[in-house]
Structures are given as C-alpha cells and as structure tokens.
C-alpha cells in the first residue's frame, strides 16, 4: 500500500511546528507556528497511514493543497493546507496534546492579527465540502480571508464516505 500524501503538495507538521501550553491539553492548548502559516488560514488534518476514510480523503485534501500551497493564482488567498501524520515520531507531543484518538480529525488553523507568527488551533467540525471550508475560513478570519474567493473555480474530486 503506497503511503499518503506521498507525494503531495500538503505542509506536512510536526512538533516543531507547534508551541505548546504545558499546563493544559486539546486545540486551545496548541498554536502553529510553522513558517509557511505566517499571517494566513488553513486546516491541518491529522491522520494515520493504515486508516481507510483517510485514504478516501487522500485525493480531495492533495487537490486543495495544489491549488492554494502551490498555485500562484491562489497563493495571494493567505490559506494552506497541512497534514498531520499521528504515526510519525516527531510529532508524538503535539498528537498527545490534541488529545488525538480518532482520525481523520480536521483543524481550523486560524491566524492571530496580533501575531502573524502564531495561529490558533481549532476543531473543524464543519462539513468536508469547498464552500463548507472556505465560508468557515472566511466568517473566522481576523483579516477576511477567502471572503471573496469564487469556490466555483475549484473543482476536486470527491470526497469518498
């Protein structure tokens, strides 16, 4: 079985690429502070190599990533998408201390006006679709990124159950 995200334009975190709250545990407890999410909105989903609705997921999140990590077109939209791998060991802390125990599970980055450098982390509990994702980043953003964005351009593939 060909691993995920393999070869994918998805940031790929660990932790790193995270600040942690000693004293508290969960999303609130966690910032990003991964170079790439200075002042911008994203999602990171967390999953594991062996999990199958991961794999369903697999092509719809590598689309996305195409298109706002690499695409200069829609670079200027200050959003990304990351993954998580809650398998690998150097992202052990951060997994521990999001409380991860099932997966795919998927995370709201949100950027901090006050300091690009910092992002909240936040359940994204919303619906897997582009405009379910792109309006939730839009109502959060500090600076209204994506509020204008025409989802309609995109076209990913679809998202299997």
Not at 3 to 31: A, C, E, W, Y
Not at 94 to 99: A, C, D, H, S, T
Not at 129 to 134: H, K, N, P, Q, T
Request: proline fraction near 7%; hydrophobic fraction near 35%.
């Amino acid at each position: 079985m060909e691993p995920l995200f393999q070869n994918s334009h998805v940031i790929k975190l660990k932790d790193r690429d995270f600040v942690m709250d000693p004293n508290g545990t969960g999303p609130g407890s966690v910032k990003l502070r991964n170079k790439d999410f200075v002042g911008k909105d994203g999602y990171i989903m967390a999953f594991w190599q062996s999990c199958p609705h991961c794999r369903t997921k697999e092509d719809f999140w590598d689309y996305l990533a195409t298109q706002f990590n690499r695409n200069p077109q829609y670079q200027r939209e200050n959003f990304l998408i990351a993954i998580l791998d809650i398998e690998d060991p150097e992202a052990q802390q951060v997994v521990r201390q999001l409380e991860i125990t099932g997966v795919p599970r998927f995370f709201h980055v949100i950027s901090d006006p006050n300091n690009p450098r910092l992002a909240k982390i936040v359940d994204y509990q919303g619906d897997l679709s582009i405009e379910g994702l792109l309006g939730a980043v839009c109502n959060h953003s500090a600076k209204g990124n994506l509020c204008g964005f025409d989802s309609k351009r995109l076209r990913p593939p679809a998202i299997g159950h």
